[in-house]
């Protein structure tokens, strides 16, 4: 799926891992250096600026490169580790950031979309900040980076992804994709994961 354009929030550019899964996702999704952001100061990224997601439209993607809990989104900053419980970040995206609509959220972080994350997200962000926004979507479980960008969720679908000959598992059983306040087409078609 192509989105007009797309940024990249790298939450822990500290981590070599989400760094190297987020240079993959760049190069996948084609994101210039300049819609590509981290918490400090990396190559490849600018460090997060104040209203730098102004300029997303309803036909943005916005992909987060995090570690992940039920209920938070995680970011390191010199070694100490904090959470972004749904309201937080949610805060972080609109106030700070700028956000005013986007197409698409796509949290790339471990059982982001295990529980009510994303959905509590998704009503906060729209309902207490006025975000416009068409998707939110999240893993359901652990994931983990099979080759470059693709990534398998859980232990099954992270084994057959390894594998060239098998495909990945359905969605259903990989990601939570909740529909958020405006209704936004994803570019090529409309498809089971995102429906009219």
């Keep these: ?113 295990l529980s009510r994350y994303v959905d509590d997200f998704s009503f906060v962000l729209g309902e207490q900040f006025g975000v416009r926004h068409g998707w939110v979507i999240g893993y359901r479980g652990g994931a983990a980076v099979v080759h470059d960008s693709l990534v398998g969720v859980g232990i099954f679908d992270t084994l057959i992804r390894g594998n060239a000959f098998f495909p990945k598992l359905s969605d259903s059983s990989r990601v939570k994709v909740v529909r958020g306040n405006v209704s936004v087409t994803p570019p090529l078609k409309e498809s089971a994961r995102y429906p009219r």
């Excluded at 989400?18 to 590509?36: E, M, Q, V």
């Excluded at 070694?79 to 986007?102: D, S, T, V």
């Design 1 to 113: 799926m192509k989105w007009h354009d797309a940024y990249i929030l790298l939450m822990d550019a500290e981590d070599d891992t989400l760094r190297k899964f987020s240079d993959a996702l760049k190069i996948r999704y084609a994101i210039p250096s300049g819609n590509s952001y981290a918490n400090v100061s990396t190559s490849g990224y600018t460090n997060f600026e104040s209203g730098f997601l102004k300029r997303a439209t309803l036909d943005s993607k916005i992909i987060v490169v995090s570690h992940g809990r039920e209920s938070q989104v995680m970011s390191v900053v010199g070694g100490i580790q904090g959470g972004y419980l749904a309201h937080r970040f949610a805060n972080f995206l609109a106030i700070r950031m700028g956000l005013k609509e986007c197409g698409l959220i796509s949290f790339k972080g471990c059982n982001i979309g």
